[in-house]
Protein backbone atom coordinates (compact mmCIF):
# COMPACT_ATOMS: atom_id res chain seq x y z
CA UNK A 1 0.00 0.00 0.00
CA UNK A 2 1.35 3.29 -0.93
CA UNK A 3 2.00 5.01 1.89
CA UNK A 4 3.10 9.09 2.70
CA UNK A 5 5.56 9.04 5.18
CA UNK A 6 5.74 12.61 5.81
CA UNK A 7 2.42 12.58 7.22
CA UNK A 8 3.34 9.71 9.69
CA UNK A 9 6.37 11.35 10.40
CA UNK A 10 4.32 14.97 11.69
CA UNK A 11 1.93 12.53 13.65
CA UNK A 12 4.16 11.15 15.40
CA UNK A 13 6.19 14.14 16.10
CA UNK A 14 3.29 15.76 17.07
CA UNK A 15 1.92 13.02 19.24
CA UNK A 16 5.25 12.27 21.03
CA UNK A 17 4.91 14.49 23.56
CA UNK A 18 2.10 12.66 25.02
CA UNK A 19 2.73 8.96 23.28
CA UNK A 20 3.80 7.21 26.66
CA UNK A 21 0.57 8.50 27.86
CA UNK A 22 -1.60 7.37 25.86
CA UNK A 23 -0.23 4.53 23.62
CA UNK A 24 -1.32 1.41 26.14
CA UNK A 25 -1.35 -0.97 23.48
CA UNK A 26 1.81 -0.36 22.49
CA UNK A 27 3.62 -0.46 25.99
CA UNK A 28 1.34 -3.91 26.52
CA UNK A 29 2.39 -5.88 23.45
CA UNK A 30 6.50 -4.10 24.41
CA UNK A 31 6.16 -6.33 27.42
CA UNK A 32 5.15 -8.97 25.32
CA UNK A 33 7.59 -8.95 22.87
CA UNK A 34 10.57 -8.52 25.37
CA UNK A 35 9.17 -11.76 26.70
CA UNK A 36 9.81 -13.70 23.66
CA UNK A 37 13.45 -11.94 23.42
CA UNK A 38 14.16 -13.37 26.93
CA UNK A 39 12.82 -16.57 25.25
CA UNK A 40 15.20 -16.62 22.53
CA UNK A 41 18.03 -16.22 25.20
CA UNK A 42 16.95 -18.45 27.42
CA UNK A 43 16.79 -21.29 24.29
CA UNK A 44 20.51 -20.28 22.93
CA UNK A 45 22.71 -19.26 25.72
CA UNK A 46 25.33 -18.26 22.94
CA UNK A 47 22.72 -15.23 22.34
CA UNK A 48 25.20 -12.39 23.80
CA UNK A 49 24.51 -9.57 21.50
CA UNK A 50 27.04 -6.75 21.33
CA UNK A 51 24.70 -4.66 18.96
CA UNK A 52 20.69 -4.75 18.97
CA UNK A 53 19.41 -2.05 16.56
CA UNK A 54 15.26 -0.92 17.99
CA UNK A 55 13.97 0.33 14.64
CA UNK A 56 11.40 2.99 15.46
CA UNK A 57 12.66 3.20 18.67
CA UNK A 58 9.73 6.16 19.71
CA UNK A 59 10.59 7.55 23.19
CA UNK A 60 13.19 4.31 24.12
CA UNK A 61 10.63 2.67 26.28
CA UNK A 62 12.10 -0.89 25.06
CA UNK A 63 15.57 -0.07 26.42
CA UNK A 64 15.27 -0.38 30.01
CA UNK A 65 14.22 -3.93 29.20
CA UNK A 66 16.49 -4.52 26.88
CA UNK A 67 19.05 -3.90 29.35
CA UNK A 68 18.10 -6.15 32.19
CA UNK A 69 18.06 -8.73 29.38
CA UNK A 70 21.84 -8.27 27.77
CA UNK A 71 23.50 -5.45 30.37
CA UNK A 72 26.58 -5.14 28.08
CA UNK A 73 24.59 -4.37 24.92
CA UNK A 74 24.90 -1.61 22.93
CA UNK A 75 21.09 -0.40 21.63
CA UNK A 76 21.21 2.05 18.14
CA UNK A 77 18.00 3.60 18.84
CA UNK A 78 16.64 4.41 15.16
CA UNK A 79 13.49 6.65 14.35
CA UNK A 80 12.72 9.31 11.69
CA UNK A 81 10.25 11.44 14.25
CA UNK A 82 13.09 13.57 16.02
CA UNK A 83 10.62 14.46 18.88
CA UNK A 84 10.64 10.84 19.79
CA UNK A 85 14.67 10.95 19.23
CA UNK A 86 14.07 13.44 21.61
CA UNK A 87 13.10 11.67 24.57
CA UNK A 88 15.17 8.44 24.21
CA UNK A 89 17.78 8.18 27.56
CA UNK A 90 21.24 8.37 26.24
CA UNK A 91 22.37 6.68 29.60
CA UNK A 92 20.76 3.51 27.98
CA UNK A 93 20.99 4.19 23.82
CA UNK A 94 22.68 5.73 21.11
CA UNK A 95 19.88 8.22 19.52
CA UNK A 96 19.61 7.63 15.58
CA UNK A 97 18.16 10.05 13.43
CA UNK A 98 17.55 7.48 10.15
CA UNK A 99 14.46 5.70 8.18
CA UNK A 100 14.08 1.88 9.06
CA UNK A 101 13.88 1.58 4.82
CA UNK A 102 17.34 3.00 4.92
CA UNK A 103 20.22 1.94 7.56
CA UNK A 104 22.93 3.78 8.56
CA UNK A 105 25.46 1.15 9.76
CA UNK A 106 27.79 -1.01 8.07
CA UNK A 107 26.91 -4.79 6.32
CA UNK A 108 27.30 -7.20 9.18
CA UNK A 109 26.94 -5.22 11.97
CA UNK A 110 24.23 -5.86 14.37
CA UNK A 111 23.24 -8.93 16.51
CA UNK A 112 19.53 -8.39 16.88
CA UNK A 113 17.15 -5.97 14.99
CA UNK A 114 14.54 -5.10 17.35
CA UNK A 115 11.13 -3.16 16.77
CA UNK A 116 7.73 -3.35 18.26
CA UNK A 117 4.63 -2.13 16.86
CA UNK A 118 6.30 0.25 14.45
CA UNK A 119 6.63 -2.49 10.59
CA UNK A 120 2.89 -1.54 9.78
CA UNK A 121 3.68 2.16 9.08
CA UNK A 122 6.45 1.13 6.66
CA UNK A 123 7.55 -0.76 3.60
CA UNK A 124 7.35 -4.46 4.89
CA UNK A 125 9.79 -6.06 2.48
CA UNK A 126 12.41 -2.83 2.37
CA UNK A 127 12.60 -2.94 6.50
CA UNK A 128 13.70 -6.81 5.96
CA UNK A 129 15.96 -6.44 3.17
CA UNK A 130 18.09 -3.65 5.30
CA UNK A 131 17.30 -5.68 8.18
CA UNK A 132 19.09 -8.63 6.86
CA UNK A 133 21.71 -6.75 5.62
CA UNK A 134 22.73 -5.07 8.86
CA UNK A 135 22.41 -8.60 10.13
CA UNK A 136 25.85 -10.44 11.39
CA UNK A 137 25.22 -14.06 10.08
CA UNK A 138 23.17 -15.96 12.52
CA UNK A 139 21.77 -13.12 13.63
CA UNK A 140 18.19 -12.62 14.91
CA UNK A 141 15.11 -10.23 14.22
CA UNK A 142 12.18 -9.87 16.85
CA UNK A 143 9.11 -7.64 15.57
CA UNK A 144 5.86 -7.11 16.71
CA UNK A 145 2.88 -5.22 14.33
CA UNK A 146 -0.39 -4.97 13.53
CA UNK A 147 -2.11 -7.17 10.90
CA UNK A 148 -4.77 -7.04 8.86
CA UNK A 149 -7.90 -7.55 10.96
CA UNK A 150 -7.25 -5.16 13.15
CA UNK A 151 -9.79 -2.68 14.06
CA UNK A 152 -12.40 -4.81 11.94
CA UNK A 153 -15.35 -3.51 13.93
CA UNK A 154 -14.34 0.28 12.88
CA UNK A 155 -13.54 -1.24 9.66
CA UNK A 156 -17.00 -2.66 8.70
CA UNK A 157 -18.80 -0.13 9.89
CA UNK A 158 -17.22 2.73 7.82
CA UNK A 159 -17.36 0.27 4.87
CA UNK A 160 -21.01 1.05 5.05
CA UNK A 161 -21.17 4.47 4.72
CA UNK A 162 -18.60 5.24 1.85
CA UNK A 163 -15.59 3.77 -0.32
CA UNK A 164 -12.92 5.74 1.05
CA UNK A 165 -10.25 4.38 2.99
CA UNK A 166 -10.55 5.68 6.52
CA UNK A 167 -8.56 2.99 8.49
CA UNK A 168 -5.09 1.95 7.49
CA UNK A 169 -4.27 -0.95 5.77
CA UNK A 170 -2.45 -3.19 7.98
CA UNK A 171 -0.28 -6.43 6.74
CA UNK A 172 -1.84 -9.81 6.86
CA UNK A 173 0.33 -12.60 8.53
CA UNK A 174 0.82 -14.74 6.18
CA UNK A 175 2.20 -12.26 3.80
CA UNK A 176 4.66 -11.09 6.46
CA UNK A 177 6.34 -14.79 6.47
CA UNK A 178 6.57 -15.01 2.99
CA UNK A 179 8.36 -11.71 2.89
CA UNK A 180 10.81 -12.50 5.49
CA UNK A 181 11.45 -16.17 3.51
CA UNK A 182 11.69 -13.97 0.25
CA UNK A 183 14.36 -11.61 1.77
CA UNK A 184 16.57 -14.54 2.79
CA UNK A 185 15.49 -15.30 6.29
CA UNK A 186 15.15 -18.72 7.94
CA UNK A 187 13.92 -20.13 10.93
CA UNK A 188 11.19 -17.94 10.22
CA UNK A 189 8.22 -18.02 12.69
CA UNK A 190 4.83 -15.64 12.78
CA UNK A 191 2.05 -15.71 14.92
CA UNK A 192 -0.64 -13.83 16.47
CA UNK A 193 -2.93 -12.89 18.97
CA UNK A 194 -6.54 -10.41 19.31
CA UNK A 195 -6.35 -8.05 21.82
CA UNK A 196 -9.45 -6.03 22.86
CA UNK A 197 -9.41 -2.48 24.12
CA UNK A 198 -12.63 -0.84 24.99
CA UNK A 199 -13.51 2.47 24.89
CA UNK A 200 -17.16 4.58 26.23
CA UNK A 201 -17.80 6.04 23.06
CA UNK A 202 -16.43 6.34 19.61
CA UNK A 203 -14.65 9.95 20.30
CA UNK A 204 -12.56 7.81 22.97
CA UNK A 205 -11.83 5.50 20.32
CA UNK A 206 -10.88 7.94 17.65
CA UNK A 207 -9.21 10.40 20.02
CA UNK A 208 -6.73 7.20 21.95
CA UNK A 209 -6.12 6.32 17.87
CA UNK A 210 -4.82 9.94 16.80
CA UNK A 211 -2.96 10.48 20.73
CA UNK A 212 -0.74 7.24 20.26
CA UNK A 213 -0.09 8.49 16.59
CA UNK A 214 -2.42 5.54 14.66
CA UNK A 215 -3.68 7.71 11.48
CA UNK A 216 -3.95 6.39 8.73
CA UNK A 217 -1.44 7.19 5.94
CA UNK A 218 -3.16 5.73 2.95
CA UNK A 219 -2.28 8.05 -0.04
CA UNK A 220 -6.00 7.66 -1.27
CA UNK A 221 -7.41 8.47 1.89
CA UNK A 222 -10.06 11.01 2.84
CA UNK A 223 -7.97 14.17 3.61
CA UNK A 224 -11.09 16.68 4.72
CA UNK A 225 -12.29 17.02 8.16
CA UNK A 226 -14.40 14.80 9.72
CA UNK A 227 -18.30 15.83 9.71
CA UNK A 228 -20.90 15.50 12.55
CA UNK A 229 -22.98 13.95 10.88
CA UNK A 230 -20.09 11.10 9.58
CA UNK A 231 -19.31 11.22 13.65
CA UNK A 232 -22.86 10.77 14.09
CA UNK A 233 -23.24 7.49 11.51
CA UNK A 234 -20.29 5.66 13.42
CA UNK A 235 -21.62 6.51 17.15
CA UNK A 236 -24.85 4.92 15.98
CA UNK A 237 -23.85 2.07 13.92
CA UNK A 238 -21.18 0.54 16.30
CA UNK A 239 -23.69 0.37 19.12
CA UNK A 240 -24.32 -2.98 17.48
CA UNK A 241 -21.09 -3.93 19.07
CA UNK A 242 -21.68 -2.33 22.56
CA UNK A 243 -21.69 -4.60 25.67
CA UNK A 244 -21.48 -3.34 29.64
CA UNK A 245 -21.71 0.04 28.65
CA UNK A 246 -18.71 -0.38 26.46
CA UNK A 247 -17.57 -0.67 22.45
CA UNK A 248 -14.79 -2.53 21.54
CA UNK A 249 -12.06 -2.02 19.13
CA UNK A 250 -9.93 -5.35 18.59
CA UNK A 251 -6.19 -5.61 17.41
CA UNK A 252 -4.58 -8.68 15.32
CA UNK A 253 -1.20 -8.43 16.99
CA UNK A 254 1.31 -9.67 14.70
CA UNK A 255 4.88 -11.59 16.36
CA UNK A 256 7.96 -11.81 14.03
CA UNK A 257 10.95 -14.20 14.70
CA UNK A 258 13.45 -15.31 12.14
CA UNK A 259 17.34 -15.93 11.79
CA UNK A 260 19.75 -14.95 8.88
CA UNK A 261 21.93 -17.86 7.33
CA UNK A 262 25.09 -18.85 9.46
CA UNK A 263 25.86 -20.88 6.46
CA UNK A 264 23.88 -22.09 3.21
CA UNK A 265 21.08 -24.07 4.27
CA UNK A 266 17.16 -24.77 3.53
CA UNK A 267 14.62 -21.94 4.39
CA UNK A 268 12.35 -23.42 7.31
CA UNK A 269 9.10 -21.07 7.72
CA UNK A 270 6.71 -21.57 10.71
CA UNK A 271 3.00 -20.16 11.10
CA UNK A 272 1.27 -20.26 13.87
CA UNK A 273 -2.00 -18.46 15.14
Same mark, same amino acid.
Given at each position: ???????????????????????????E????????L??????????????????????????????????????????????? *???? =?? !?????? +???? %? #? @???????????F????????????????S?????????????????????????? *??E? =?? !?????? +???? %? #? @??????????????????????????????M???????????????????????? *?????????????????????????????????????????K?
Open positions: MPLEYEAIRKSFNATAHQYEDNAILQKVLSRLLERSDEALIDVNLKPQHIVDLACGTGWAHKGIKQLFADTKISALDFAQNM *LNQV =DK !KLATPV +FADA %H #D @LPFADNSADVVSNMALHWCNEPDVFAERRVLKPGGLIVMSALGETSLYELKGI *LSL =DD !KPRVHT +FPAL %H #D @LGDDLLKAGFEDVVVNAEVITLTYKDVVSLKDIKASGGHNADEKRSKGLTTRHW *LKQTQAAYEDYREDGRIPASYEIVYLRAKKPSVKNGLNLTIS
